[in-house]
């Protein structure tokens, strides 16, 4: 049995680098119309010629813009059907010891990797209730 993906919609979090670029090649040639979200830019190649796919740069911890640019993504494509979130930092040394700990920096990680993670499913999964369907992983 093969799996349809017909008028699916994905968002992809750090779209941009390592598993998100792999995961957003995968989704694109699946035809799943796809936003990628990043704070870096794809390759202009990537991004010419192909209508399934949609980048905006972003913080991803500013709430308000992430839900205005995912409600506008709803609204065009009337679904979000997938949620890929792989933004995940971690700027600490090697052997940095609890004493050490900058909690500006540290503030920062538990931000991004945490923080965002609430923000995402706050603002998808309302959308994806409303149309009876939905996935999330959060990496």
């Not at 035809?31 to 990043?38: A, E, G, Q, R, S």
């Not at 995912?70 to 933004?87: A, E, G, P, R, W």
């Not at 991004?112 to 959308?127: A, G, H």
């Amino acid at each position: 049995m093969r799996l349809s993906f017909k008028g699916k919609s994905a968002i992809v979090t750090g779209a941009c680098g390592g598993m998100g670029f792999e995961t957003t090649k995968k989704l694109l040639k699946n035809n799943i119309k796809t936003l990628m979200l990043d704070i870096k830019t794809p390759p202009k190649y990537f991004l010419q010629n192909n209508s399934k796919v949609f980048f905006k740069k972003i913080d991803i911890t500013n709430y308000k813009k992430l839900k205005k640019i995912i409600d506008n993504f709803y609204k065009k494509n009337k679904s979000v059907d997938y949620l890929i979130n792989t933004t995940g930092v971690l700027w600490f040394d090697k052997d940095i010891s609890s004493v050490k700990i900058d909690f500006s920096v540290w503030d920062k990680v538990y931000e991004i990797n945490l923080k965002t993670m609430v923000y995402l499913s706050k603002i998808v999964i309302p959308k994806m209730v409303k149309n009876n369907f939905g996935s999330m992983v959060h990496i």
